[in-house]
């Protein structure tokens, strides 16, 4: 079978690629990105903006992909509020082009169209864990993208014919993630604290609580729907439980066995409308019998290990 | 007080210079379009596409409106089915660069952000008639990307600080409407036939019910929400009953008083989900008190009587 990933660049595709090329051994890979991967990758590779109609269209002509995990996106929520256009063309119009290049062509690729957790946008607590039915109220342009992706993914499904399996997706965490990020950004201040004496570790809001699952069990997720999902339908991808950031930090403490105290920095503190997400799985469940398998500790345990051997450059 | 209007050769336009010059009589007025209008029109007119920031920044910078009025849009539903990304760009990415060009500037302007009915999609004829706070279920492409337009313009207002007014509208009908919708395509026929005998009278689905509101109500809406709006809340503007294209024959043939026979024509038959679409007008009527105030049967006259005429080019 050969699979068209689109930012493969990232951290999600180069997890997904190891599961899929373990569990599909006749897997070839075309991967597109502004830039080459930087892990180690062995496959295809062609430099494509997205945005680049008659690139995108080549390459899905040439390699006529049986599936196509579309990875790539503009995908910071705080960058979205910067640069509300440069979201909506990163996502919702480079999956528009992905989508007519397929129905172009008549290909009967399937695609894996994947969305966000912040489609939910505020809930209410009470309404936890969010099912895949609950009103989608988007608050940050990035939201919007993804809601209007996952719109499209639907009618493209449904009245255009495309095979096309939808994700909301949660918090990944995982080997290879951006320090941009909250729990790589944490690890990493345990890591390179090498004095003695107690780390100053640098914190945001830790009382907010969110549904991280570890990238690996993203990529079985994401194999699984591309084999059983049904298209036109959208699954969530999450963990089905919640943590607060403070016991992430204890978990990371626990590992790195150092001392520390938090010190609220306040450029960490970003206005936050939700103190919980939490996401169900049973819909993907009940349709692949996926479910997460990895623990937040062992993840948290792999990303320590990882940047203390300077694994990820 | 100074006005914007994008989309102004066309016709929802002209009749919102009828009336707001009228009601305001201070009212400057610049329109923007791709070609100039061709009904009477004694205002500012730069010919501008909407897509060219940098000529849509310099024309909003230059005239700093005080209303913006944005009826410019990409609107067929059908063609959004042949063209899904000019339906995107030429209704989410206008906007954006709408919205963006005012942001930049930090201009007061207040924004009427014309939606649409088709953002609800599907509905449950239970669910009749549809109250602001019912789901959103786009199924067409045009829809979605009114949808994303809707959740964008209460994101700028909510969290930008924009003054943006929302509406989504229903079906206008009136004197000056193009022919390729149903209403003024049905009255031509009637006048264009001078023959003696029977008109074969070429129809689609008579059995569809629509709400239909009269061109010049829906001018006085816009008028009134940019004047008594409420920013970030979206307004149904819409007649609140429902009539079907049936009844509609049986009025323009009252009116005709010619003799007609229905013959369908298959091209006019198009897929349909929804049998009947009705709004409620109750929160624009508590907020700013309007109510409709021309029915559906003067409203065809006046169209019956201007294509007579041939004052429409």
């Avoid at 502004?34 to 008659?54: G, M, N, T």
């Avoid at 002509?61 to 960058?79: C, E, M, N, Q, T």
């Avoid at 129905?103 to 969010?130: A, K």
């Avoid at 201040?189 to 990238?215: C, N, S, Y």
């Amino acid at each position: 079978m050969k699979y068209l990933i689109t930012g493969v660049s990232g951290f999600v595709a180069r997890h997904f690629i190891d599961y899929a090329s373990s569990a599909d051994p006749e897997a070839s890979f075309l991967g597109l990105d502004l830039k080459p991967p930087r892990y180690r990758y062995d496959h295809a590779f062609s430099e494509v903006k997205l945005l680049d109609i008659a690139a995108l269209e080549r390459e899905v002509g040439a390699f006529k992909p049986d599936y196509i995990v579309h990875l790539a996106s503009f995908s910071s929520v705080a960058r979205s509020w910067e640069r509300p256009r440069e979201s909506f063309a990163n996502n919702t119009s480079i999956f528009l082009n992905l989508v007519e290049a397929i129905r172009d062509r008549g290909l009967p690729t399937r695609v894996l169209s994947v969305g966000s957790s912040e489609e939910y946008g505020v809930v209410d607590p009470d309404h936890l864990p969010l099912r895949e039915d609950h009103r989608l109220n988007p608050i940050s342009p990035y939201a919007v993208a993804r809601v209007a992706q996952e719109q499209l993914s639907r009618i493209y499904a449904r009245s255009y014919g495309l095979d096309i399996v939808i994700t909301r997706s949660f918090n990944h965490v995982g080997v290879g993630q951006e320090p941009v990020f909250a729990i790589p950004s944490l690890v990493k201040q345990f890591v390179e604290w090498k004095m003695p004496g107690t780390l100053e570790l640098q914190v945001g809001d830790t009382a907010i609580v969110r549904d991280f699952l570890d990238v690996r069990d993203v990529a079985r997720a994401y194999y699984l729907l591309l084999k059983e999902g049904e298209s036109g339908e959208v699954y969530n991808v999450c963990g089905g439980a919640g943590h607060s950031i403070a016991d992430v930090i204890r978990m990371i403490g626990g590992i790195a066995g150092k001392d520390y105290r938090e010190v609220v920095d306040p450029t960490r503190v970003r206005p936050n409308d939700n103190r919980a997400i939490i996401g169900s799985f049973d819909k993907i469940k009940a349709r692949t019998a996926w479910q997460p398998e990895i623990g937040l500790e062992e993840s948290l345990l792999a990303i320590y290990r990882s940047l203390e051997e300077g694994a990820h450059p």
